[in-house]
């Protein structure tokens, strides 16, 4: 069975940095693409970032310069290394990633940052 888990949400004050990371696990395939998103309650789900690979990467604006999206050489584990953090990046942040068979998601890890 495909599972994807993040790891790295938690605590931390404006300015602070975090670092997320999430795996694909249950597959020999590596994705052809991983992504994160961010949820507030409420609120849709919304794009943060996504690699294919390092010359393809893509970002929202509202996080262009301060978050850096990578994988690691297998391609089956993606980073989202988050600075300059502010409160309004308080959410809960998802990892897709994007197999042949379709897209699978984690269970999301919870970012607050407090001001």
């Known amino acids: 069975q495909v599972q994807v888990m993040e790891s790295g949400g938690g605590l931390m004050q404006a300015g602070g940095s975090l670092r997320l990371s999430c795996k694909v696990s249950?597959?020999?395939?590596?994705?052809?693409?991983m992504s994160w998103y961010r949820q507030i309650p409420g609120n849709q789900r919304e794009h943060v970032a996504s690699?294919?690979?390092?010359?393809?990467?893509r970002y929202a604006d509202s996080v262009k310069g301060r978050f850096m999206i990578s994988r690691d050489k297998l391609g089956n584990t993606v980073f989202l290394q988050m600075n300059s953090l502010r409160p309004e990046d308080t959410a809960v942040y998802y990892c897709?990633?994007?197999?042949?068979?379709?897209?699978?998601w984690g269970q999301g890890t919870q970012v607050t940052v407090s001001s």
């Open positions: 249950g597959t020999n395939l590596s994705p052809r693409s």
């Open positions: 690699i294919i690979s390092i010359g393809n990467i």
């Open positions: 897709k990633a994007d197999l042949v068979w379709g897209d699978v």
